[in-house]
């Protein structure tokens, strides 16, 4: 069973973006899009010293929050984004980031994998964020095949075992990021070989 080894392999994943508090998460996840976990961790040590919570996100306002995260892709976009949700978040939720998925993603910046993360990260919900290296994994070894990743999603989430489906996410994912990359797999080093069904293995 593959999650029964990758639980065996990493029995307790999590997220590699750095972060002290839900909030601080639901940033670092929104600052994620189309950039690397390392850029953003880089960016957000120095940003969350200074401004970890809505309100000093929003006294830090749009130029300095713009400046500090300018390392990353999409940056403007992001600020505003980002600046935008700390006003919800203060004027509807008393500050707090809910844990209800329709006002999650009512949140600028905030989609559907978004939403996913934090869920599954921040709460501990069984739920599973789509990302490129899960959609490849899933399609790549078959344990979910789709042709766009809300497809994927809806087929892990009913064939990944119960016992597995809170840390199936972080899982596959970690597997993709290190193992099974997109451009050359690493199959030599693949605790799963003999249970994928890619057809292009790359085997030394």
Not at 96 to 106: F, G, I, M, Q, T
Not at 148 to 168: D, S
């Amino acid at each position: 069973m593959i999650f029964s080894r990758l639980a065996e392999q990493n029995p307790n994943p999590t997220t590699e973006l750095i972060y002290k508090s839900t909030f601080e998460l639901l940033v670092a996840v929104i600052l994620s899009a189309q950039a690397t976990d390392t850029s953003v961790n880089k960016a957000t040590s120095y940003l969350f010293k200074k401004a970890n919570t809505p309100d000093l996100l929003l006294k830090l306002g749009i130029n300095e929050l713009t400046d500090k995260i300018k390392s990353i892709g999409l940056y403007r976009t992001k600020a505003k984004n980002v600046i935008s949700t700390c006003q919800i978040l203060i004027d509807k939720y008393n500050g707090e980031v809910p844990r209800d998925r329709l006002a999650l993603e009512s949140l600028p910046g905030v989609g559907r994998k978004t939403a996913n993360v934090v869920l599954n990260t921040a709460f501990g919900d069984p739920t599973i964020a789509v990302d490129t290296h899960i959609f490849r994994v899933s399609n790549r070894t078959k344990i979910a095949v789709g042709k766009n990743v809300n497809e994927v999603e809806q087929r892990l989430l009913k064939h990944t075992p119960k016992e597995f489906l809170k840390n199936a996410h972080h899982w596959i994912l970690l597997h993709g990021r290190y193992v099974c990359k997109a451009r050359k797999p690493d199959c030599d080093s693949c605790i799963i070989l003999d249970l994928c069904e890619y057809k292009k293995k790359s085997i030394a």
